[in-house]
């Protein structure tokens, strides 16, 4: 999508998908929370389905990508680690309705776009997955199994987006030092 009113529907598409959910969304909406006949808004869109996989394609391909230039920069592996969490974290916050998106709703793709997403996620998972390694092989870290631990992670970074609020005490750079302390610190004191 390229156009002004292309990415005004996926806007559209993204606020709706959040609030009522992928299924209970209708190309009527849609059509209506831009202005559009629901004939016409097939002029900028095949359908549905390939709104929500722009979406999550989008979604996850920034994910990957930003965690793509951590690992390129000259850090240790718990900086990069450190790094991966705030980034994670605060792109989920600072785009949480496009995150909610993602994470609730693109299971509803079909096998084939579900299975392009699902290969990029694994990217990013291994990516993750890296960093523990290294740091586990370079003695700054004590992980057994490292593909377990960064599913672990990733599950607490992506839960952020059921409960965070932006009217809450806590603001997307709190959160991500508070997640970056528990995983790199643990919750034991040292004596």
Same mark, same amino acid.
């Given at each position: 999508?390229?156009?002004n ?5 996926l ?13 209970? &969304?209708?190309v ?7 202005g559009?006949?629901?004939?016409s ?13 722009q ?20 850090? &240790? ?8 969490i705030?980034?994670?974290?605060? &792109? /989920? ?8 998106? @993602? ?19 694994? &990217?990013?998972?291994d990516?993750?997955?890296?960093i ?9 870290f ?26 809450? /005490? ?13 995983? @790199? ?7």
């Open positions: 999508m390229s156009s009113r292309q990415r005004e529907i806007h559209a598409a993204v606020k709706l998908f959040e609030q009522k959910g992928y299924q209970a &969304t209708s009527q909406d849609i059509a209506d929370a831009v559009l006949q629901k004939g808004l097939y002029h900028y869109i095949q359908s549905k389905e390939e709104l929500l996989m979406i999550a394609d989008a979604a996850i391909r920034q994910f990957n990508e930003q965690l793509q230039e951590i690992l390129a920069r000259p850090m &240790t592996a718990q900086e990069k680690l450190a790094a991966m705030r980034m994670h974290v605060q &792109t /989920s916050i600072e785009n949480l309705e496009t995150t909610t998106v @993602l994470w609730r709703e693109a299971f509803s793709l079909g096998e084939a776009p579900q299975g392009v997403i699902q290969k990029m996620t694994d &990217t990013y998972l990516l993750v997955t890296q523990l390694n290294e740091g586990s092989e370079n003695g700054e004590q992980v057994h199994h490292p593909r377990v631990t960064a599913l672990a992670i990733l599950g607490a970074c992506n839960w952020v987006y059921r409960w965070y609020r932006p009217s809450g /005490s806590m603001n997307a750079n709190d959160v991500a030092h508070t997640f970056s302390k528990l995983f @790199l610190d643990g919750l034991l004191t040292t004596h």
